[in-house]
């Protein structure tokens, strides 16, 4: 057990690390991922530290590709594409929860729940970095109405497709550790579940502002040098919240779903 928390925290040293030099992570963030990695990988080993590197990797390489492209929506995004504290625990927080619950009742099947949860992130991450990339049709989650890519609470068609593959890899990168179709499928679907409700929190309930410089409608609390006012939305509901929420959702439907 000792010796599985040495290594843990070796790992989460790397990963730390080399997440802070090529610029995926802040120093918060990397301080973050290091403690999560401690208790992932020391309570689950590899079996549960497999999917969350691979949901990491392919994240922030996605995030970082086309850039220049992006950096129009750079401005209406709360967070920019190197991640803070708060997005490592919104996006792996639950996850981290689910590894802690299995040390604690070690008898108790966990696994799908834990990798609903990072489908869920995943399907969310690629479907907002694939949908704003593709610049395909979006429609709102919520009046389904036509509006710009990027825009919360948005849906486009190949953001949707990219999710459920970005969902699929997740899921079947536990496969040699639970062997049952049936279990990625549950997966799957729990991570498109998860991403579908981010979507219509972040159409509903998510913190808009609006500048009252320029016009623009974003996330962000600061444009053009100037405080943004509330134009949607509750104030503490920022990204954040809507994506551990993302998360959550992802593993009770993957629960609810091995239930059945
Ligand atoms: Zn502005």
Redesign the pocket.
């Known amino acids: 057990m000792l010796t599985q928390f040495l290594i843990a925290a070796l790992f989460g040293f790397i990963i730390a690390v080399a997440s802070y030099v090529a610029r995926f992570l802040t120093l918060s963030g990397a301080l973050a991922t290091f403690f999560l990695a401690v208790i992932i990988y020391g309570i689950g080993g590899w079996q549960w530290a497999v999917p969350i590197v691979i949901f990491f990797v392919l994240s922030s390489f996605l995030s970082k590709y086309g850039r220049s492209r992006k950096e129009l929506f750079e401005?209406v995004f709360e967070k920019s594409s190197t991640r803070d504290w708060g997005q490592v625990l919104a996006n792996g927080g639950v996850a981290g929860l689910i590894a802690g619950l299995s040390g604690l009742f070690p008898l108790y099947d966990f696994y799908p729940l834990y990798l609903g949860a990072l489908a869920a992130v995943t399907a969310d991450t690629w479907g907002t970095e694939i949908g704003v990339l593709t610049k395909g049709k979006t429609i709102s989650a919520l009046a389904l109405k036509s509006v710009e890519p990027g825009t919360s609470g948005g849906i486009s068609e190949y953001g949707t497709v990219g999710g459920a593959i970005g969902a699929a890899v997740v899921a079947l990168s536990g496969y040699p550790w639970y062997t049952e179709l049936r279990t990625t499928l549950i997966v799957v679907v729990g991570g498109v579940a998860g991403s579908l409700i981010d979507s219509l929190l972040g159409a509903t309930v998510q913190a808009q502002y609006t500048?009252?410089?320029?016009?623009?409608i974003?996330e962000r609390k600061m444009?053009?040098e100037?405080t943004?006012a509330l134009y949607r939305g509750v104030r503490w509901i920022g990204n954040d919240v809507v994506n551990g929420m993302c998360a959550l959702v992802g593993a009770l439907v993957a629960w609810g779903l091995m239930l059945i």
């Open positions: 401005q500048c009252e410089v320029c016009g623009t974003t444009h053009c100037h943004t």
